[in-house]
């Protein structure tokens, strides 16, 4: 893979950096920062070489127009206080404020350009439109740094097409994450445990169905546990279920005991009347719950058994809350692995969130990243490196 380091002496020359940005806003208030807090070290690299840093990322799902609730601009403010330094800010992408804020950039100097996707080229499953949107973003600059792993598994302009028009590098992050992907799926240290959570077992399967071959115990919470319970002929209640993968995961299960792969599931579950902190809940087996009822935690003895699970291994990869953890009632299964993944790593295990609303979870519930050996920035794109996909954004850095 080509690095910054590829790229000779940088001083004086336009970067553009393809960063990871995407927070969660709550109108113009940021919500957690990882991302934003992860994109520093790389900018103060290239600025310290006399670079001048042209940042662009982007912000939620618009529809390729501008949104006002997806600026960027927030963003910014943070990111120069985390920098402290300033940090212009380009009020579009490729027009007229872009190219006045890059053409008065001084060696050292940092720009922001507004979000990426208010330009419909940004993702466009046409060759052309996207091309010709990169085209754009590449006149910008002198070379080109990708540095959002949160994005490297879409085939999108500022990730995969500009890549062809510049000079290109990976950048520190990038590297940092694929680096420690590699340590989870080339000869990982045994035990080796996969704690999956999160909504829907349908997101996962493609990485269910390759860890089954690495894997020595996959840990299962979160609402996608419903389905696997049911798989085993249990009822679910109000639960999330999704009917049409029951057959599938029979098949993981069946799978697993084949190949001597440990598939621990909750005994127990916190179940609710509704998806609601005030509503009434109770703690009830996983194999008796009521049909009134819908589970929203790992309940505590499941809890302290998956703890147990995941302090006893030497690699710990974990994707997915336990539960709803935004609720404080349906917070404690997630805090308790959390706790024990801190403990892991204290042993010496290579422990890894897999970023998302994982990362989220442990920052929410008072935890720090260094508590764990490495904090994802990019959870779709570390299960599809999981999965054994081929990233785009990662194969064009190849060349």
Known sequence: ???????????????LLRSDLNVPLDGKKIGDDGRIRASVPTIKKLTEQGAQVIVCAHLGRPKGEPEDKYSLAPVAERLAELLG???????????ESAKEKVDAMKDGDVVLLENLRFNAGETSKNDAERGKFADELACLADVFVSDGFGV???KQASVYDVAQKLPHGAGDLVQNEVKVLERLTKDPEKPYAVVLGGAKVSDKLGVIDNLLKTADILVIGGGMVFTFLAAQGHEVGKSLLEKDQIDTVKGYLEQAQKDGVEIVLPTDVVAATEFSADADHEVVAADAIPSDRMGLDIGPESAKAFAEKVKSAKTVFWNGPMGAFEMEP????TKELAGALVEATENGALTVV???DSA????QLGFEDSDFTHISTGGG???????GKELPGLSVLES
């Open 1 to 15: 893979m080509r690095t910054i380091d590829d790229l000779g002496d940088l001083s004086g020359k336009k970067v």
């Open 354 to 356: 897999g970023g998302g």
């Open 360 to 363: 989220a979870a442990v920052r």
């Open 330 to 333: 349906y917070a404690a299964g």
């Open 85 to 95: 330094s300033s940090v212009e800010f380009a009020t579009d992408t490729v027009q």
């Open 381 to 387: 794109a570390s299960l599809e490196y999981l999965e």
């Open 152 to 154: 490297v598994h879409r």
